[in-house]
């Protein structure tokens, strides 16, 4: 289920995208200033954010140029949704970054359908895995938890990444030796056990989340169970 970041002080809008959103099928969160969304945004890494140009502490277009200049955010699909509604308004936030803009009064049914129609782009242009608050960036070979960088080696990021790729399935030991060392010989099965203890303590309390299966191998299961 995709997360939706709102960031928008005004609470009846609030309300309505909340609703309209849990009805489509969609979690939300919030927040009532730009400030606070930014740090939403390093802790939950939302699937798409709508926010007005209009915040009591910061122009949404500064907060759209913070968003896209920082690598682990600028992958998120931004949709404006504003009083501002002229032309050149349109322009100045879509030139900013922003992937699509609505103006104030708008459609729910038409929000709805553009909330769809950039998520599914966005799903098929990244090249990212995410599983709750973890992220792996397939094209720069790294991993953020909760917005930070993770310091791992390049046989953790692989085997990792095959446990995301691959979240609630049982992995063979196997099948985890071939994709990271290519060769299944017992040196490399010893050394699995090695690097699997060292991702787990890196990962905190998401290293939990990665269970071993007796005789059988691992499987990471999401956050939620």
Not at 21 to 40: E, F, N, P, R, V
Not at 66 to 92: C, F, H, K, N
Request: net charge positive; with cysteine.
């Amino acid at each position: 289920m995709e997360t939706i970041l709102i960031i928008d002080d005004e609470a009846d809008m609030l309300e309505l995208l909340e609703i309209s959103l849990h009805k489509s099928g969609y979690k939300s969160a919030h927040a009532l200033d730009g400030q606070t969304g930014l740090k939403m945004l390093e802790e939950q890494l939302p699937d798409l954010v709508i926010f007005d140009v209009s915040l009591p502490d910061v122009s949404g277009l500064e907060l759209l140029e913070q968003i896209r200049a920082d690598v682990r955010w600028r992958w998120v699909p931004v949709l404006i949704l504003s009083a501002r509604g002229e032309i050149q308004d349109r322009i100045d936030g879509l030139s900013r970054g922003a992937d699509d803009y609505m103006g104030k009064p708008f459609s729910v049914k038409e929000l709805l359908l553009r909330v769809a129609s950039l998520l599914r782009r966005s799903s098929a242009e990244r090249s990212f895995v995410r599983v709750g608050s973890l992220l792996v960036d397939r094209n720069a070979l790294r991993c953020y938890l909760r917005g930070k960088l993770l310091d791992l080696t390049t046989t953790e990021y692989k085997i990792l990444t095959l446990l995301l790729e691959n979240k609630g399935e049982i992995l063979s030991r196997n099948r985890i030796l071939r994709h990271v060392w290519g060769r299944q010989e017992e040196a490399a099965s010893r050394s699995l056990d090695t690097h699997m203890r060292r991702l787990r303590n890196k990962l905190g309390k998401y290293g939990d989340l990665i269970g071993t299966i007796r005789n059988r191998g691992y499987r990471f299961v999401s956050p939620n169970g």
